[in-house]
């Protein structure tokens, strides 16, 4: 058996970071990622590093990783295409301005100083929108990355810290005799007193091998890329309701996104929808005409879990000592991928942590599950 002080299962942004900064602070770690580092909710999305528009519980987190993006490069070599350009969430109706208003004010109580733009001006500074924009919220010191370079960036820096990830292990077997977690992947077993489980949709699976439940759906995030335009805006835009989001890469393509592909969590697998697609390009055109007649050279999805209140479960098994969980980020956990592994460096080696988890607390789905046999059998 090859023994660790922690087990990681999973290989995206939060495992990945958590694996890094376990390693560089001397802790033992393997990590195993049933596929390849970021190749699935990590690595599929709109690469949106946003505070604006969070649900206020995630928001101390937010901030937390907000600081890490800053010092990405010096952190792991890379700054991951990091652009802190502005993200600008657009209204389109004046229930939807009034959202942006109120989100606006409770966001100042955690620091943050999103500036509020009207109909007017907003088509002043922006002279491409549609008519259908009304109004928008610009918080200057958000932006975007590439979502295809975080985790393995984070993954390259965890095993020069001397972390062990191994990639194409999905594990088949996962049990606790009351101190330790054994895992088997790869017809391999694995040994450690602290089991991190940051496996994304299949995180409910583990969490249910303990006694736990936490209910939760996959969630394929459509997303397409244009060919190249004239350039015309640096900043990330979203709107109220998140149905739409789009950016523009500097080399002149538009990567956007909007409603659901689909897969089948048992292979995995996943496929983006030409109707959903076609959806995301008209609303698209609504905010911004000039993308008519834009050639879609791409689409993709992937597989992220999303759960009934939209935040994450995140914090200490409420039923096996040593067991932490980090899943089911809904759609938005790639910006706060760096910072949810640096907080559970933190419960690992310190105990506790600054941020408040009590938010996110497997509990507040109390329904217990009976676990199966001593040792429980799935692929993750």
């Known amino acids: 058996m090859r ?21 560089r602070r001397g802790a ?25 528009g969070r649900h206020p519980a995630e928001l101390p987190l937010a901030r937390r990783s907000r600081e890490i993006w800053a010092r990405m490069k010096a952190l792991v070599g890379t700054d991951a295409e990091f652009d802190p350009s502005g993200h600008l969430k657009l209204a389109r109706s004046e ?64 095993r020069a810290a001397g972390a062990k990830i191994l990639e194409r292990h999905a594990v088949t077997t996962l049990a606790h005799d009351g101190t ?5 992947a790869n017809d391999a077993d694995f040994g450690a007193p602290v089991l991190l489980n940051c496996a994304g949709f ?9 006694g736990e439940h936490a209910p939760i759906e996959p969630l394929h995030p459509n997303m397409l890329v244009t060919e190249p335009l004239p350039y015309f805006c640096r900043l990330n835009i979203g709107v109220v309701g998140g149905d739409v989001y789009l950016r523009q890469i500097a080399r002149g393509n538009v990567i956007l996104g909007g409603g659901r592909g689909e897969g089948d969590t048992a292979v ?21 005409p000039r993308l008519e007649g834009a050639l879609i050279i791409r689409s993709w999805t992937g597989i992220d879990g999303l759960t009934p209140d939209v935040i994450p479960v995140m914090g200490p098994s409420r039923t096996t000592p040593g067991l932490i969980h980090a899943f089911g980020f809904s759609g938005h956990g790639f910006m706060l991928g760096p910072a949810v592994g640096e907080v559970l460096s933190e419960l690992v080696l310190d105990g506790r942590t600054d941020i408040p988890l ?20 799935s692929r993750l």
């Open 95 to 158: 229930a939807e301005e009034a959202d942006l208003l109120r989100w606006n004010a409770m966001a100042a109580e955690h620091g943050l100083a999103p500036r509020m733009i009207g109909r007017n001006a907003i088509r002043a500074e922006h002279p491409y929108f549609g008519e259908e924009v009304v109004a928008g919220s610009l918080l200057e010191e958000d932006g975007s990355a590439n979502p295809r370079l975080l985790a393995p960036a984070l993954a390259q820096a965890a």
């Open 202 to 210: 299949w995180g409910a699976e583990v969490a249910r091998a303990f």
């Open 268 to 288: 995995p697998m996943s496929r983006p929808r030409p109707d959903t697609a076609a959806n995301a390009m008209e609303k698209a055109i609504r905010l911004i």
């Open 3 to 23: 023994e660790a002080d922690v087990l990681i299962i999973g290989g995206g942004g939060a495992g990945c970071s958590a694996a890094l900064h376990l390693a």
């Open 358 to 377: 009590e938010p996110f607390d497997i509990g507040r789905f109390a329904r217990p599950e009976t676990p199966g046999e001593d040792e429980w059998k």
């Open 28 to 52: 033992r770690v393997i990590l195993l990622e049933r596929g390849l580092v970021g190749s699935q909710a990590s690595g599929v999305n709109h690469g949106g590093v946003r505070q604006q």
């Open 180 to 184: 330790r977690f054994h895992v088997t």
